[in-house]
Every structure is written in structure tokens, then in C-alpha cells.
């Protein structure tokens, strides 16, 4: 059920009282601190690194980066509450944090009580839950104590195993944010292993100018922590203050007890070349930063969709694997017309720069077919969109933990 229109405008309109960092800037900065760029590797599941260790002496995590999520979770041994068991619950393949051979492991439930998510983003109608704990987290140059959420099975997912041992979340963290709702990297920060509050992504995609993805060390994008690289920006960073957007949980990020942590931008113009669609601002237009399987295709209102497929000409088509996981049908359009097709454009926040898909960027080319990318959220013209790997080609964005705010700018190829 959906909230009011008044609480959600008000909930829209009290950033202040949510969102400024618990603790604030002034930390020691061990002198060792330097930033890394963390190599990203895409997957079906969204970007996965194996650059990251957990525990004493340190097991290799395989681990998916995602902005949406508040902590850091991992596969252990536990499965319907009961330790050193995990084959009850897993593949005997799955890769997992087995605690009991971390000297540094610590439990934390007299801190933080086991918490339930059901709905959630990940298993759906499946119990999501997780018991706190903490242990040493190392990636790249940074070690520091992380208050984890160690995975507590309630159902059977020994079909296959999943290709990660956990998720790495790089959420925003407001005021009363206690360590269980921090992003490791804010705790490492927080504890002076990070030299500068930001984490910045850069994407290397199949078909940019990069063919060889050098400017990412041969990957498929980098996250670099603890600072960004200059040498990658064209241009001017435009900087945008996030705000508290309630209806993420009603319609994008199901989840019960409801989370908020996102990093969501004001939407307050689309276009389609330089016709302007309408928002339906009643209840605010939100862009939700998220690279994971909810950010592929270009957000679209269901009526600037319609909009688009009129402009193109597109035919309805039945995919097999379609390029996004929306929930709306799929258009091909002739190939040889790509480049004549608009550019959609966003502005955020009141500020006067767009900033664009190019059609070859929304097009997506599947066995010789050439289909709109798009993924259509909300109702008529309203749009609560998942801005991730579509929209991020040729941009550079960056988070910053300690004033709230997301960084975009053009990429220096």
C-alpha cells in the first residue's frame, strides 16, 4: 500500500532530520591511508570483485558491490540457526565465510538482534536473515573491524551455488545509522583506513571507445574507494544532494521492515530529444542510483516509453533473455535508424545540465536484432528509475559518505 501523498511529499522534504552522517569529518586519517581502485568483474548478478578478504587469517571473498544495500552480508556456516552446517542450506560447491576458522571473529547479537527482511530484493518471499557479528575486513590497502550480517538460511538453495560468498553495500548512511546499517566502507572510513569519504565507479563497457578497457586495468569497471581519479573526469563534476524518497520501498525495493538508504536524486525533467515528457511530481520523481540488475535498461515513465516506441517506429518482440529484468514488454526497431533516434535526457535536482543517453547506449543489440533497452517503473508518468549500468556508460560517478551528495561528469576515455 502506498503512503500518503502528504507523508510522502513531507518524508521528500525533511532530508535534514535523516540524513547527515553520524559522526562527521574531523577523523584521524592513519597515515598509511590511500585510495584503491577496485577491480570490478561484470556478472548476470551485477558486478562481482575477489579482490577483498574477511577474518584471521584472511579467507578471499568473492563479492558483489552494491549501492543499494546497507552493510556487509556473507554466506556462512549457519543454515536454520544452527553453526558449522552450511550443506543443510547450500551447494556443496558454494564459495563461504566459515567464521569458525577466524581467530578475530566476534559475535555481535547482544549488540544488534537477528533482523528478517521478508519481502526483500534478494530472495523475495524467502526469509532474508541475518545475525551481526564483526571481524577484519581488508580491500586493497585497507584493513579495519567491520560489523558484518552473517547469513542465517531458513530454506534450501542447494540447486546451484550462487558465483559469490556475499555482498560488499556501499548505501548512504544517515544520522541515526547505527554500525548494523553502515557500509563497510563508512565503517573503514570512520575508523581512518580510507583517506577521503568517496567511492567513484567507472565503467568499462562492451562497445565504448575503450575496446581493450584499459583505463580499467583490462576489467569491466572499476569502484575505486577512498577518493576518485581526476585523470578520468572531462569537464566539471556536477554535484547533487540526495534526497529521502519513501516511495523507493512501495515500488522499487520491496522490503519488510522498510529501508531507505539510497542514493536518489530529485528527478525534474526527462526528455526525448528536446521534447520534454510530463512528471507526475505529486508524488516526487526519483533516480535511484543502483548498477545491479534493477539498473540495466534507460528509466523510462510507462507514457515516455510509449512515447519512445511511437518516435521509433520499434514492433513488439518476444525475447527468450531479454536485456533488462522490467517489468514491461520489449520493441525492436530497424537497425539501420539507431542513430537517428533521440538522446534521452535528465536533469536532477534544479540544475540546468542535462545529462543523456545516446541511442547506441539504449539500443541493445540481441542476435542480429536491435531492441530498446528501456526499463519502465511507477505508472503513467510517474518514474522512480534505477539509474545503473545504462545510464552510467561514458559518465563517471561518485559517492560522497560524508555530505550526502552523488557526483556526475563526463568520462576522459
Known amino acids: 500500500m502506498h503512503m500518503s501523498l502528504r ?56 563479492t558483489f558491490v552494491d549501492w543499494t544495500w546497507i552493510s556487509q552480508y556473507v554466506f556462512t556456516t549457519t ?30 547479537s547482544y549488540l544488534y538482534p537477528s533482523r528478517t527482511w521478508n519481502p526483500n530484493h534478494f530472495f523475495f518471499y524467502e526469509d532474508l536473515t541475518v545475525d551481526y557479528a564483526s571481524d ?9 573491524r567491520l560489523t558484518i550480517q552473517t547469513a542465517d538460511f531458513q530454506f534450501d538453495i542447494s540447486d546451484a551455488p550462487y558465483p559469490l560468498t556475499g555482498v560488499y553495500g556501499l548505501s548512504p548512511v544517515f544520522k541515526a545509522d547505527n554500525r548494523s546499517m553502515q557500509s563497510p566502507f563508512y565503517q573503514a572510513w570512520s575508523a581512518g583506513a580510507w583517506p577521503e569519504p568517496f567511492v567513484a565507479f567507472h565503467y568499462c563497457y562492451n562497445g565504448s571507445v575503450d575496446t581493450t578497457k584499459s583505463t580499467c586495468g583490462g576489467y569491466d569497471g572499476l569502484q575505486t574507494l577512498g577518493g576518485f581519479n581526476m585523470s578520468l573526469i572531462d569537464g566539471e563534476m556536477s554535484w547533487y544532494d540526495i534526497v529521502f524518497f519513501t516511495d523507493v520501498n512501495e515500488i522499487d525495493f520491496e522490503y519488510s521492515p522498510p529501508i531507505y538508504n539510497y542514493w536518489t536524486l530529485q528527478l525534474t525533467e526527462l526528455s526525448l530529444g528536446d521534447k520534454v515528457q510530463a512528471l507526475n511530481k505529486s508524488r516526487g520523481a526519483g533516480a535511484i542510483f543502483d548498477h545491479a540488475s534493477y539498473g540495466r535498461g534507460a ?6 516509453y510509449e512515447e519512445l516506441i511511437s518516435i521509433s517506429g520499434a514492433t513488439p518482440i518476444a525475447l527468450d533473455s531479454p536485456p533488462n529484468n522490467g517489468n514491461q514488454s520489449f520493441y525492436e526497431v530497424d537497425c539501420d535508424r539507431v542513430e537517428a533516434l533521440p538522446p534521452i535526457k535528465y536533469r536532477f535536482g534544479g540544475s540546468e545540465r542535462p545529462w543523456e543517453i545516446v541511442p547506441s547506449n539504449y539500443v541493445e543489440t540481441i542476435n542480429d536484432t536491435c531492441v530498446l533497452n528501456v526499463r519502465t517503473l ?15 556508460k561514458d559518465k563517471y560517478i561518485v559517492f560522497d559518505f560524508e555530505k550526502l551528495k552523488v557526483g556526475l561528469a563526463d568520462v576522459r576515455w
Not at 80 to 107: R, W
Not at 299 to 304: D, F, G, K
Request: aromatic content about 10%; some cysteine.
Open 79 to 108: 543454515c536454520h540457526g544452527v553453526a558449522d552446517k552450511p550443506f543443510d542450506c547450500f551447494a556443496k560447491e558454494q564459495s563461504i565465510f566459515n567464521q569458525s576458522q577466524s581467530s578475530t571473529f566476534l559475535d555481535e
Open 136 to 144: 577484519i575486513g581488508v580491500v586493497g590497502p585497507s584493513s579495519a
Open 299 to 304: 528509466p523510462l515513465s510507462v507514457n515516455a
Open 378 to 392: 511507477g505508472d503513467g508518468d510517474m518514474i522512480a528509475g534505477n539509474f545503473g549500468e545504462t545510464f552510467a
Open 7 to 62: 507523508n510522502t511529499l513531507l518524508a521528500s522534504s525533511s532530508l535534514s532530520s535523516f540524513a547527515f552522517v553520524s559522526g562527521s569529518p574531523a577523523r584521524q586519517r592513519a597515515a598509511e591511508a590511500v585510495s584503491y581502485d577496485l577491480p570490478l568483474t561484470w556478472s548476470s548478478f551485477g558486478f562481482l570483485s575477489s579482490h577483498m578478504s574477511l577474518g584471521t587469517p584472511p579467507q578471499q571473498i568473492t
